[in-house]
């Protein structure tokens, strides 16, 4: 908890992690969070998760995610359809529907 | 930010231990901590070796890259190859450049059971592990997503068919039939070029390889962008070659070029459904040489044995009332060419020990252009899918044995796989080729002896024959393929993989390749795996419908003084066999890869082969036909090492035996012991030093009148490669240093000796996307 308080950068949140995104994000406000499974970006409020579809791993990011300055995320990865979905404002939608 | 993703990304895809991979990432950042809620001990990961080196690769990807790797795939051999029950070697392009090769088939001499030999200027021949003789090579060929294994010769063309390397993503080598899955002529293995995205590259790329002898290519290719999901590329190249040397000192005459174009555009219809279209063009000029010296016999009766008829001792040297007087007036129309012998060459069963040199040159031109179209995508329930769809056609000229062929080719293909709950994942797939040709033969000036008895049925024809005549009767060949695979994960640790692909088609009829495989994961840093196919061979169309006429008998018939021009000549066909069936092979192969940490790879695999109705070519001329099929069985096994040395010395190498017999009798057409030792040394991070060693055992080349033997040879090539800056990569590179030059192999029946293979210095220069 101190070394997160002293900041961080990419924290990665393990399934079965005793903290969540919040405590986090409290702790440590510019660091980008990672997880797993779709609803830890829709729903938890992360910023970057992986998800298995279609015998592919694919990636679950957040548009808050292109508007940080540091550490930011090029713009070009959008590009990658297949890969990348897009949720905007923590909503539902992805920039793919 | 991205090589944050990618290393996540890559870490979820190997479903890796989350502590371990977290550790290396952060550290390898100077971030201090990960978070899971407790201190990371890396000494607790529980990766494998295996994994460790499958995630250093990993991370070099780019993001699309990884995108397209399969969490989990049919057990094939794209993926997690190290748990693949099946000998699979995998190059890079930036193994070809590092070496200095010149093209992808130089590549494959570094591949432990492959051997590759150069005949001339423009050639070099790749060979695996046994009986693959010279022209039919014997392995299924598949470049840029076609089949490129020509139905003529049961051979492929890989300098014509080679792509630039920036646009090579790799070459799979596989050992061993895979038949359940590539089918028919995978007898001997598999080699797939693999080309990248048009994503992948973006910008202007070249690479120039110039050689002391003024052999010369040059590679350009441009990428770019038509909207955020579309891309393409185009490339043209140029390859000059210089003339060399033959063995006996003689002008090989083998100066010609290849000019090649190419192109590729890849689209993202929507998410999980992409589409490409490409293709390419290739022009070549060369000359090749046939050799005339054996195809003149004097015969006292047509059955009494064969004489060779000096041709050079014929005419006026002679009276009329000698026995080997030819007639002037029944002479070829090429006079000149009969009385004009090139010298000498040894003729070992003649008590003269040798024979006039007869050669004659003939333009040999090489154009084709395809076009390769591919649809591919992933359903919700993982259904994964594709359709291919390939034109090509071609037109190849051998002039020198006045043999002409033109093919329009189509292939349609739909491959698909699925799993089914946790443990099956089955694929399949079905596929059909219409190949039509246009077979042309010209007689060749030199051959044309006019009125020619025919000696199987006695019948005087008024012309001559051409030297190969094809049966135009079979110009249309259809084949329909279907494959059914299913890959069962037993547990983590057992794979195991069985199927069958069936096959019709008008040369040889109904077949079934079925197949078996599986491998066992011992303990993270040990993998056995055996297997079992069965796996079919179609002979070429050369080897059964074509007929070889390569001997001129002059029957004297009654010949007297007063009557010389009741002499005649006669032909000495060799048909096609068509009743050569497809060649079948039982193959059985074991092997163990172990990697007892992340910087050492040690694979040991080994095979026995029993071949039913091998082809293989005639050599005398009591042969009724120009191709035999008999029964022969092979072993022998390859070992090969990648070892990381240090950060900056990488050591690869291999050792392979191949043995065999044909009917009991043993054969050399392949060197029955290859190895191979390269290393680089990063010198600093701009300059890399490279050293490439190279042994063949003796081989032996069959001839009619007189074999050839090759020596051993080794092969030491040193080279230089300077980084000025990240995408720039200047080489220089000494070939061949141990001895002016040696030899490696020819054609037999065509070449009248091996060219030689001289030392040489190669100057390249290569710029990355």
Known sequence: MAEIKRGVQVVFIMPDSALDIKTIRKLSPSAVIFGFGRDFVTQGGGDVSFVASRNRVKLVLS?????????KLSAKIANLKSVVEIIKNRSTRSSNE | MLPFLIFYFVRFLLRLHICFVSLFFLLSLGVPYSLNGEQIDANKSELTTFEKAELKKLIKLDFRSLSLVSIQGVLGYDQE?????ASVHVIRPEDITLFGYANTVEALRGVPGMHVSRGLSYDNFAAMRNFSGFSPQKFLGKIGGREVTQLMLGSANYSVDDYPIAVVDRIEIVRGPGASIWGTNAVNGVINLVTKHAGDTQGDSIRMVLQDNGTFMGDFVHG????EDSFYRVWVRNQEYAEGTLDSGNSARDDGYLRKVGFRYDKELASDLNFYIAGGGASRRLEHVLDFSNRLFYSENLTSPLVPLNYARQGSLLPSFHPLFVDPSKLPTATSFWSSPNGSIPYPSLLT????????YGEMTND???????????????????FTSAFEKTDINMGHLGFEWKQNQLDLAFDANRPFGNTHRVSFGVGFRRTDLKVKSTLLDPFNFGPTVDLDTLSLSSSSPTILQYGQGFTEFNRLTAYLQDSINFSDEIIFSIGTKFEENDLTGTGIQPGIRGSWN??????FWLGYSKAHRQPSLRERYTTLNPARIWYPAGATLLNPSAGVWANKAFAGDESLDREEIDSYEIGWRTRPNEDFLLELSSYY???????LAATSLSSVNAYEAKDAKSFGGEL???????????????????RGEVEGERKYDFPEQTASLQSSIDYSDSLTFVQSLFYADETQIPSDYNPITIPSHLRVDLGAIWHPSANWEIGLFGRDLLEPYHVETMFPGVDVEPARVERSFLLTLYKKF
Do not use: C, M
Request: glycine fraction near 10%.
């Open chain 1, 63 to 71: 548009e808050n995610y292109f508007r940080r300055t540091s550490p």
């Open chain 2, 81 to 85: 190859y190290w748990r693949n029950p």
């Open chain 2, 224 to 227: 770019g962008q038509v909207s």
């Open chain 2, 353 to 360: 020990g040798e024979i006039s040199r007869f050669e004659r």
């Open chain 2, 368 to 386: 084709s252009g395809h076009i390769v179209s591919k649809f591919d995508g992933i359903t919700e329930s993982d259904f994964e899918w594709s």
């Open chain 2, 522 to 527: 011992a303990n993270g840093s040990n993998v």
């Open chain 2, 609 to 615: 082969y029993d071949s039913k109705d091998a082809v």
């Open chain 2, 640 to 658: 090969s090492i990648d070892w990381q040395v240090s950060v900056a010395w990488r050591l690869r190498g291999g050792y392979s035996l191949a």
